[in-house]
């Protein structure tokens, strides 16, 4: 019997750009913090990292929809 392969997981949305990497430096705490938040929800600091962003922008237009 034939084995399937296993559907592959994409860690990115489709459509995101990937060959333009921002970079961040962190302080040994801040960094030891963004770990550890990763780790809890399961996921990569790049993607925690995507996520705090995307968060961050809409805060940031929705504050600036109501000034």
């Known amino acids: 019997m034939k084995q399937q392969q296993p559907k592959r997981l994409f860690r990115s949305p489709k459509g995101v750009v990937t060959n ?18 990763a780790n809890q929800e399961v996921r990569s600091i790049s993607a925690q990292a995507r996520l705090f ?9 929705n504050k600036a929809e109501h000034q």
């Not at 962003?53 to 237009?61: D, L, N």
Request: hydrophobic share 40%; net charge negative.
């Open 20 to 37: 333009k990497p921002i970079y961040v430096r962190l302080m040994p705490e801040e960094l030891e913090e963004f770990q550890q938040i």
């Open 53 to 61: 962003i995307v968060e961050a922008m809409e805060r940031y237009r």
